[in-house]
């Protein structure tokens, strides 16, 4: 039983040290600061006292200018690289892609628009010949009965087509 307790404590010491912070550095006012995540870029690297995974810093060399200037204190923390003129490529060309498939769409709706005006216009244009023509014309009414247009009608009719002629025939 008291073996079984030392091995649970053993274990729960364990994941104590486990879960300590990952960075540890001396801020700028001399304090220790303990943090997940690396410290400010204004923290010299003399003062970082522990890095992720229990690595060391580097060993400060005598001159800290120089120390700053090596490789290895710039590999420290990779910084990713910015995109060429600020902007993601990828995302600039899906961009353009979805501009150039909108003006598609809208030329395509223009299309339609431009054709169902010339065949408006066509029908008109061949119903007004009708009208003029003076032969009678029948149509059927509201309660389904076929009725010959009286001179009053077809007046009316045929400025209803002059009018769908202005429109559509330009």
Do not use: Y
């Amino acid at each position: 039983m008291k073996t079984m307790h030392l091995l649970l404590m053993a274990a729960l010491a364990g994941l104590c040290a486990t879960a300590s912070a990952q960075w540890q550095w001396i801020d700028k006012d001399g304090h220790k600061v303990f943090s997940d995540r690396a410290p400010p870029t204004e923290i010299p690297d003399k003062n970082i006292l522990k890095r992720p995974g229990n690595r060391a810093p580097a060993a400060p060399s005598s001159d800290t200018t120089e120390a700053a200037d090596t490789p290895a204190a710039t590999q420290a923390l990779p910084v990713p690289p910015k995109p060429a003129g600020g902007l993601d490529k990828e995302l600039e060309a899906k961009k353009k892609q979805a501009e150039e498939a909108e003006a598609a769409k809208r030329k395509a709706a223009e299309q339609e628009v431009t054709k169902a005006k010339i065949e408006n216009c066509a029908r008109a244009k061949q119903a007004k010949v009708t009208f003029e023509s003076g032969v009678r014309i029948g149509r059927t009414n509201a309660s389904g009965e076929r009725e010959i247009m009286d001179d009053a009608a077809r007046a009316e009719e045929l400025k209803r087509i002059q009018g769908i002629i202005a429109k559509d025939c330009r």
